[in-house]
């Protein structure tokens, strides 16, 4: 089995030379991998100690990083090397300050999971939350590295759990611990064999209290919001978008709207543009702008969506009309604001609970997103609430990060 997985690994690197032809993104994932083992040879000597972080793309980064910072700070003389599979993640976070060395991951061929492990040499590799790459992890096994699963969530519908899945269990047994973020995962890991496992939680929650502590201030933010409840639509995609648009068009004067879509190509900046009838500005437009004339503010570029949130009164997350599903909630409910999101949300466990809690709430029509907008503007006992429960679900699940670090740190004090 392991020849037949190594053998579609190789046909997959020789097609998405062919469709890198045609796609940006596919030849971003090209391009990017071509220098990283020159990259290392440069950058890494023998003597260097280094630890290995894996993500597959920015949301797991994202996940990872509170435990790539604590080890930064406990071992500043040690290398931190991370990777990344999907060009979103690591185009967005290349110039990270946190890692010594952030580069693409090799396709997982025999020849480079040896290339790529004898240049890193670290003396700790860890996967965030999935990502299972085969001649990797044997070649972990092999040389005894410690390997670490954080944030880990397992699934019924996993390879590993398939009657087929025995090479996939198989190089499971890479891994010195597991550390998966909810009893659910502790259960189906066991259930084939493995007991080195624990509830540790979720880092994320370790990563969005801590953006608290930070300076949140946007000057043009708060010359928009001018005082006003303001609705932040976060990561909004286009059928999000025509719900938000219907609302935003009638809704009253003094609330205002500030719409970060997950795609900012301008193309569908433009079409969301033109389904909103109220003042609009968009932030590559903001300079001599009196902000606080507009109604909407359409923030076609990345990395401030999280300041932004702690200006608003709602948060809508957008995706939850698309597969496969709604982005993050945790970073509004870092700032206690209720939130709204679309139908699909199971596979999210942090949402699945949050809306058990009530401090989330679902909509699938325009009909119910007017109803859920309209009592969160103006009802401010439901307001407070439901704010209150978002505030209260960070800080009962945070320390994810510490639980982590105490058993990890082990191989490198003895």
Known sequence: MLFLYNLVVSLAGFFLRIIALFSPKIKLFIEGRKNVFSILEEKIKPEDKTIWFHSASLGEYEQGLPVIEKIKE?????????????????????NNTVADITIYLPLDTKSNAKKFLKLVHPELAFFIKYEFWLNYLKELEQSKTPTYLISGIFRDN????????GFYRKALKAFTFFFVQNESSKQKIQSIGFDNVIVSGDTRF?????????????????????NKKTIVIGSSWPKDEVL??????????????IIAPHNIK???ISNLKSQITKSTVLFSEKENKDLSSCDVFIIDTIGILTKIYSYGTIAYVGGGFGNPGIHNILEPAAFGIPIVIGPNYSNFAEAVSLVNLEGCTVISNTKELKTTFDQLLFDNELFTTKSRICKSFIQDNQGATETIIKSVLKPLES
Request: charged residues 30%; aromatic residues 18%; hydrophobic residues 35%.
């Open 266 to 268: 301008a193309d569908q």
């Open 244 to 257: 938000i648009a219907e609302y935003i068009n009638q809704a009253p004067d003094d609330v205002k709207f």
């Open 74 to 94: 406990k071992y500043p003389s040690h290398k931190i090397i991370v990777t990344f599979f999907s060009p979103s993640g690591y185009e967005v976070r290349k």
């Open 158 to 165: 996993q390879m590993f759990f398939k009657w087929y899945g």
């Open 206 to 226: 370790d990563r969005v209290a801590a953006i608290l502590e930070r300076d949140n201030k946007l000057d043009y933010i708060e010359n928009f919001k001018n």
